[in-house]
Each structure stands twice: as structure tokens, then as C-alpha cells.
T-cell receptor, first 116, second 117 residues
Framework: AQSVTQLGSHVSVSEGALVLLRCNYSSSVPPYLFWYVQYPNQGLQLLLK??????LVKGINGFEAEFKKSETSFHLTKPSAHMSDAAEYFC??????????????FGQGTELSVKP | DTGVSQNPRHKITKRGQNVTFRCDPISEHNRLYWYRQTLGQGPEFLTY????????KSRLLSDRFSAERPKGSFSTLEIQRTEQGDSAMYLC???????????????FGEGSWLTVV
């Protein structure tokens, strides 16, 4: 069965520092992978997604993630943190293409804090 | 494009009462999803519709939960005889699927918070 593990429920970085949020997945087939961000009292916003093709995926707000099949990982990075990046981040996986009826299975989330 | 709209945004109810949440998807989106999110957890899939047809229901969706999308547009999620364990945020999401070449993007609403006291 597919699942997602996000290592670290809380991550704190200084403004301008590298952001690294870890995500490992379990899937019996090549997965479709997603990162969403959730600001307080708001819904989820898609940051980026990997479906096929290039394994390094660029998203909004300067974030990117790399699909590493050998490590079953899809870590999210940003070279320089901004105060506005403080939020909850969720990694999600789907074994079946969403257009075929796949659904998102989410990790438990990582709360990112950015210190001035 | 006004986004996915959910109401009410907050609901406090007494245990045993029934509650209903409404979701208005992005116009012309043919797929609609319901998720539940408890504090400190990621969203969990509950059910989804393709137009008016409910195509999949999670085992999390007990008999007390019922979801409808009667005309393939808005959807309602009703919880009967609420329990304290139902306290959560209920998220609605929608997407437009036109086949294999369509995008893989699901758009979420801001959620409806339920507190059962």
C-alpha cells in the first residue's frame, strides 16, 4: 500500500538559510508525487508535482524537489528561506494517475518556522 | 475562477446532532473530493465524485457520513449523530479531468472546521 513519511514534524531555519523538508514514500509502482503548502486557517496550495519526465521539479515561490527512485524520496528544498515561507508543508503520493481515479495520500506534515 | 468555496467555515455542535457542510467547486470542474484533517495530521481521503456519481468511498466514511452531489455541481457532506471524534477540518477539493492529457492538479478549499462538544 502506498504511504508517505515526512521526517521531522517541525523544522526551524533562519531567514536566508537553506530549507530542506524530507519526504519518503512507499509505492509498488512509479508514483506521482506532490508537495502542498498550508497557511494557518487556509486550504492547501499546490507547490509542485512530479508525474513523469525530469526528476528535478521546480515549483512556485522558489521551491524545488527531486524525485530519487533509488532512495524513494522526494525532498523539498529552497535555497534561501523567507519569513513568508513559514507554514505547514505536506508531501503526497498517488500510485494511479489522478485522471484515472487516483487519490492523494498525504504525509503527516512538517511545520516550517523561519527565524529573523 | 473564484476557487473552491466551503461553508460554513466553522461549526460547533453538540454531540448527537447532525451537521451538513457544503462545497462549491471551481466552475465546470467535474471531479470533487472530500478529505478530513485532524490536528497535527495530514488530510485523509474520504470520498470523491465524478460529476454526480460517487466513485469511491474510504473506510473512514462510516454509515453516519453521507455525501451527495446531486446535479454534478455543488456537494454536501452530512454527518449524523456527531461524536467528539468527528471534530476535524473537512476539506473539499475539485479538479477538471478531460482524459490522459489533462493536468494532475487538485484545488483545495479553505476547509470547514467542526467542533463537537
Amino acid at each position: 500500500a502506498q504511504s508517505v513519511t515526512q521526517l521531522g514534524s517541525h523544522v526551524s531555519v533562519s531567514e536566508g538559510a537553506l530549507v530542506l523538508l524530507r519526504c519518503n514514500y512507499s509505492s509498488s509502482v512509479p508514483p506521482y508525487l506532490f508537495w502542498y503548502v498550508q497557511y494557518p486557517n487556509q486550504g492547501l496550495q499546490l507547490l509542485l508535482k512530479y508525474t513523469t519526465g525530469a526528476t528535478l521539479v521546480k515549483g512556485i515561490n522558489g521551491f524545488e524537489a527531486e524525485f530519487k527512485k533509488s532512495e524513494t524520496s522526494f525532498h523539498l528544498t529552497k535555497p534561501s528561506a523567507h519569513m513568508s515561507d513559514a507554514a505547514e508543508y505536506f508531501c503526497a503520493v498517488s500510485e494511479i494517475p489522478l485522471w484515472q481515479g487516483g487519490k492523494l495520500i498525504f504525509g503527516q506534515g512538517t511545520e516550517l518556522s523561519v527565524k529573523p | 475562477d473564484t476557487g473552491v468555496s466551503q461553508n460554513p467555515r466553522h461549526k460547533i455542535t453538540k454531540r448527537g446532532q447532525n451537521v451538513t457542510f457544503r462545497c462549491d467547486p471551481i466552475s465546470e470542474h467535474n471531479r470533487l473530493y472530500w478529505y478530513r484533517q485532524t490536528l497535527g495530521q495530514g488530510p485523509e481521503f474520504l470520498t470523491y465524485f465524478q460529476n454526480e456519481a460517487q466513485l469511491e468511498k474510504s473506510r473512514l466514511l462510516s454509515d453516519r457520513f453521507s455525501a451527495e452531489r446531486p446535479k454534478g455541481s455543488f456537494s454536501t457532506l452530512e454527518i449524523q449523530r456527531t461524536e467528539q471524534g468527528d471534530s476535524a477540518m473537512y476539506l473539499c477539493a475539485s479538479s477538471q479531468w478531460t482524459g490522459a492529457l489533462s493536468g494532475n492538479t487538485i484545488y483545495f478549499g479553505e476547509g470547514s472546521w467542526l467542533t463537537v462538544v
